[in-house]
Every structure is written in structure tokens, then in C-alpha cells.
């Protein structure tokens, strides 16, 4: 059994070898996305939204892992992934029954974070992460899915 921060440093490992390895942004996006899902157990979807550089503040679906959603497209302010673009900040939803500027992706989902990743100082991203389980983020993991949003920025 090992500990949570051994984990952590085993997922930013193979995260750090998926960037400076081969392939495609989307690849690596994609892949990233399947190292977070199966390595930590309450991560229910694990996706990217995307800036739109051709609209004006709107988010598109970008590679992820978990059930399709009906949110391709989210204009900024809207959502929990809309308000962390616009607000560039980091959103920790432990119970989302608790959120009125919600969108639903899953009548499953209990919790979701959402991490921006940014390019140039500039909001370019963010990574969007669901969860089946009520209040399962620590501060420790806030903290260590921005650094892994940080690494990120190399391939946006
Ligand atoms: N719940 C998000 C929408 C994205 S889906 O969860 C994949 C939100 O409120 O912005």
C-alpha cells in the first residue's frame, strides 16, 4: 500500500513523461486524461476544456475519459468550468447540490474541481474532473492538480 503522496509523485511521473514524449497535443491530453482516471479511484470523468480562440469567451470540449456529455460548448461565467475561466481561478466543488450556476453532466456526479491552465499569463484551458463521491478533495490534491496543470502549459 503506498501513500498518497507516493502516488502523487508516481502519476506526475508518467503526466511529465506523456508531455515530453511523442505524439500529438490531443494525444497527450487524452492520455493524461487515462493516467488520472485510473490512478486515483474517486475520479469518475477526467476531460479538457479548451479556450475558443475563434469565439469570444467560450470553452470547447476537448479530450477526456468518462461518459459523453451535452457540454461541448460553455461560454464563460457559466458552469462551475465557466466561472473557474472566467475568474481564472480554481473551483473545488465538494457537493454540487449545493451550486445554482451548475451544469450537469451525470445525475451520478456528487463533486467536481476544476483546475484553469493557462499559456503566457493568458486562461488557454482547464482541466475538469468528476467525481461519484460527496466531499473527496483534499487541499493536498488542489494543490498538486494545479502543479499538474502548471506541467500542462508546456503543450497548450
Ligand atoms: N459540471 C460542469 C460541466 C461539465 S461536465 O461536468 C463534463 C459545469 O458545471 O461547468
Same mark, same amino acid.
Given at each position: 500500500?503506498?501513500?498518497?503522496?507516493?502516488? #502523487? %509523485?508516481?502519476? /506526475? *511521473?508518467?503526466?511529465?513523461?506523456?508531455? *515530453?514524449? @511523442? &505524439? *500529438?497535443?490531443? &494525444?497527450?491530453?487524452?492520455?493524461?486524461?487515462?493516467?488520472?482516471? %485510473?490512478?486515483?479511484?474517486?475520479?469518475?470523468?477526467?476531460?479538457? #476544456?479548451?479556450? *475558443?480562440?475563434?469565439? @469570444?469567451?467560450?470553452?470547447?470540449?476537448?479530450?477526456?475519459? &468518462? @461518459?459523453?456529455?451535452?457540454?461541448?460548448?460553455?461560454?464563460?461565467?457559466?458552469?462551475?468550468?465557466?466561472?473557474?475561466?472566467?475568474?481564472? %481561478?480554481?473551483?473545488?466543488?465538494?457537493?454540487? /447540490?449545493?451550486?445554482?450556476? #451548475?451544469?450537469?453532466?451525470?445525475?451520478?456526479?456528487?463533486?467536481? !474541481?476544476?483546475?484553469?491552465?493557462? %499559456?503566457?499569463?493568458?486562461?488557454?484551458?482547464?482541466?475538469? !474532473?468528476?467525481?461519484?463521491?460527496?466531499?473527496?478533495?483534499?487541499?493536498?490534491?488542489?494543490?498538486?492538480?494545479?502543479?499538474?496543470?502548471?506541467?500542462?502549459?508546456?503543450?497548450?
Amino acid at each position: 500500500m503506498i501513500d498518497i503522496e507516493e502516488r #502523487y %509523485k508516481r502519476l /506526475t *511521473d508518467r503526466i511529465i513523461s506523456t508531455i *515530453d514524449g @511523442e &505524439g *500529438d497535443r490531443d &494525444g497527450k491530453l487524452r492520455s493524461i486524461c487515462e493516467i488520472l482516471s %485510473k490512478g486515483i479511484d474517486h475520479y469518475h470523468w477526467v476531460g479538457f #476544456y479548451l479556450v *475558443d480562440h475563434e469565439k @469570444e469567451k467560450e470553452l470547447v470540449l476537448g479530450p477526456y475519459v &468518462g @461518459e459523453p456529455t451535452d457540454h461541448v460548448r460553455i461560454p464563460f461565467g457559466k458552469g462551475i468550468c465557466g466561472q473557474a475561466a472566467q475568474s481564472e %481561478k480554481t473551483f473545488v466543488i465538494q457537493d454540487v /447540490t449545493t451550486q445554482d450556476n #451548475y451544469l450537469s453532466c451525470s445525475v451520478n456526479v456528487r463533486s467536481e !474541481i476544476v483546475v484553469p491552465i493557462f %499559456k503566457g499569463g493568458e486562461i488557454a484551458g482547464e482541466l475538469d !474532473i468528476d467525481s461519484h463521491v460527496r466531499g473527496p478533495f483534499s487541499k493536498e490534491e488542489s494543490t498538486w492538480l494545479e502543479e499538474i496543470c502548471s506541467l500542462i502549459s508546456r503543450i497548450m
